[in-house]
């Protein structure tokens, strides 16, 4: 790994979170929280090397003698499932519906070929090097969930419940939120992606929604009555944080619908609102091509395409973006 070393805070009473120094593709925000009999993750890092840094960090957290015997996973994306191979003999937990999208991602090592193998001068080739060539997962074996359910799930780390509830369709078809009432947190997985003035973040990338679902999703958070929020990506937020990520996904909502009523096709949909420039902070705009795709789908009653092809069409957004910034000279720091 070529990243600094992530900052893990206490958050609250036996609460931690290990947030990763920079955004970017695939640096996940995860949990620890602590007791003196168990402790437990929510989310784990993307490869065995970040996994076990968050690992190490956790263990200098625990009192001895324990262990992270459980982990919870928001979503089946591989950025916070694929690093419990480094706690073995933890019992993982996710919803029934996540199988579905472990069926639906690569694998760690066909990943890790495809980022061998692919053409790094094609635009897929090139933008899943630069954004996935960091990470390596040449000896991570796929990780198969212990538990599964649907609806709530209520657990004990110690004396601190820990309320778990799985999620209508929202960031994919298998999303979950962990509800921390004595510490009032909530870690909602990638149901937010979190920006702050202070720690700028970068644009969502919706696969499953509708955007209807994960705005839910996130009054759903609200509702706990939580303080403390936890984003899948991002810096954490408090209550007026997230509803100021409602803005931002009622904006996207509001601009693919009317987009879809006028006739534009779905890539062309996302290159307009990527243009609006209405969030030059956040970084990674290309991904507005999956969240517009994925609206478009529930508008049109259309299926799931396949991971490469989404990626595709991602990576070639981006390409014309860093042609248009060389070409022009742009109001805004060219990103990389
Ligand atoms: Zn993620």
Not at 166 to 188: E, I
Not at 200 to 210: C, V
Not at 247 to 265: D, M
């Amino acid at each position: 790994m070529t990243i600094n070393r992530a900052n893990v805070s206490a958050i609250a009473e036996d609460l931690y979170v290990w947030l990763p120094p920079k955004r970017g593709w695939g640096l996940a925000n995860c949990g620890l929280l602590a007791s003196e009999t168990t402790a437990l993750w929510i989310d784990t890092p993307y490869d065995p090397s970040l996994a076990g840094e968050f690992l190490a960090a956790s263990r200098r957290l625990l009192p001895t003698g324990v262990d992270i015997d459980r982990v919870v996973v928001t979503h089946a994306n591989g950025d916070h499932l694929w690093g419990a191979g480094v706690l073995p003999d933890a019992e993982v937990i996710a919803t029934r519906e996540a199988l579905e999208h472990i069926h639906w991602e690569p694998t760690p090592q066909q990943q890790h070929a495809l980022l061998a193998n692919s053409d790094p001068d094609s635009p897929l080739g090139g933008y899943l090097r630069e954004h996935f060539g960091r990470f390596d997962w040449s000896t991570t074996e796929p990780v198969h969930p212990d538990t599964v359910f649907t609806g709530e799930l209520e657990l004990k780390v110690g004396r601190y419940p820990v309320q778990i509830t799985s999620l209508p369709a929202a960031h994919t078809g298998g999303d979950l939120m962990v509800h921390l009432p004595h510490q009032r947190a909530v870690f909602t997985g990638d149901v937010i992606f979190s920006s702050t003035p202070e720690q700028p973040g970068d644009h969502p990338s919706h696969w499953a929604g509708p955007l209807e679902n994960i705005i839910g999703a996130c009054e759903q958070a609200l509702a706990t009555g939580a303080e403390i929020f936890v984003p899948g990506h991002g810096p954490v937020l408090d209550r007026d944080g997230v509803r100021e990520h409602i803005g931002y996904l009622a904006y996207v909502r509001e601009r693919a619908h009317a987009l879809h009523a006028a006739g534009i096709p779905a890539l062309d949909a996302a290159r307009r609102v990527i243009a609006e420039q209405r969030h030059p902070e956040l970084g990674l705009p290309e991904r507005l091509v999956l969240t517009v795709a994925a609206e478009y789908r529930h508008l049109d009653g259309s299926e799931l395409p396949g991971v490469l092809d989404a990626m595709g069409q991602v990576a070639l957004v981006a390409r014309e973006l860093a042609e248009d910034a060389t070409r022009i000279p742009h109001p805004r720091s060219g990103r990389n």
